[in-house]
């Protein structure tokens, strides 16, 4: 008897060990990271917001077409893109392009931890699943796969800012002629332009500046090295970053030019991009001819007058 009674409490000691490290196992997995035992989670910060966030105006080129679409292969048609972000990090996505009865529907976006935007609905009754829309150089982009019973298609969109002339080899991409056409029209003329009207698509609605971000743009305040008013180039590469003495300024890299609006802190510069609604801050310290400037990921970059 005592034997049996035992064997049981082995067997019963045994399952519980099993079950101990089946749980255990269980727990690493969704934890996630197991450097630090959490999921990293996205943030839409400041930076987010003055990466995605305000109105865009593009091109759409469909490839890859099967079946009724077809004879849509390599045609390019114009888009628009609107993302707003309330005060608590929610986003509203919208995205128009210049086709007869074929909106994105039930378009949902949310931050990615790695700076993206995933984006979910449908198109032409079709749902598109999950796809990333992420900004690079200025130029917004993303790639959507739609597969239908009567045909497939692939919808490729790019988009810059409203009267952002740096487009270059993307593709698809505006002409000069097309970027001439577009220049001084407001989103709602563009909207307007491809068939949408103001019930299509939600209101500007980003989050507000701080009060710091709204003064006035100074004359360049000098820091303890010196003013950073002027021109300023990388010293490894063809970035420039240009001060005038209005509050008022601009970024080039390479053939792009971002023309934007500052106020010098001294030991730190808030930038305000045109066609955005939120300043970035940058911390920054000038020694002689050199200007140290941190850049979005807080790191210190090396500029020379």
């Known amino acids: 008897m005592k034997k049996n009674f035992r064997s049981i409490i082995a067997i019963l000691f045994c399952v519980v060990l099993i079950l101990t490290m089946f749980t ?7 934890k996630g990271n197991p450097k630090n035992g959490k999921t990293e989670e996205a943030v839409v910060d400041a930076e987010f917001i003055d990466r995605y966030c305000g109105d865009w105006n593009g091109c759409v080129k469909f490839t890859d077409c099967t079946g009724k679409y077809e004879d849509w292969n390599d045609e390019i048609v114009a888009a628009i893109a609107r993302i707003n972000v309330d005060k608590d990090g929610n986003l509203t996505p919208f995205i128009g392009l210049f086709v007869e009865d074929t909106p994105f529907v039930d378009l949902k976006a949310k931050a990615t931890a790695d700076k993206k935007i995933t984006l979910t609905g449908k198109w032409a009754d079709a749902d598109i699943g999950e796809v990333s829309l992420y900004e690079s150089g200025g130029t917004l982009s993303t790639t959507v796969t739609v ?3 009567k045909g497939n298609l692939t919808l490729v969109f790019n988009f810059r800012r409203l009267d952002d002339e740096g487009w270059t080899d993307e593709d698809p991409c505006f002409s000069t002629g097309q970027i ?6 407001t989103f709602d003329e563009l909207a307007e332009i491809i068939g949408y ?7 500007a609605s980003v989050v507000a500046p701080s009060a710091d971000t709204t003064k006035a743009a100074d004359d360049g ?7 950073i008013v002027g021109e300023w180039t990388y010293v490894f590469g063809d970035y420039v970053y240009k001060f005038d003495k209005d509050g008022k300024g601009s970024y080039t890299a390479g053939s792009t030019v971002m023309n934007f609006t500052y106020t010098d802190n001294g030991d730190s510069v808030e930038i305000l991009y045109d066609g955005n609604t939120v300043a970035s801050t940058y911390k920054y310290r000038i ?6 400037i941190e850049d979005s990921f807080g790191e210190e970059v090396e500029y020379k007058r």
């Open 147 to 149: 597969e239908k019973e």
């Open 221 to 227: 305040k000098k820091s303890s090295g010196g003013s």
């Open 24 to 30: 255990a196992c269980g727990d690493k997995k969704t």
């Open 180 to 185: 001439e056409y577009c220049k001084g029209k």
């Open 197 to 203: 009207s103001k019930s299509d698509y939600p209101e």
């Open 287 to 292: 020694d002689g001819d050199k200007l140290f």
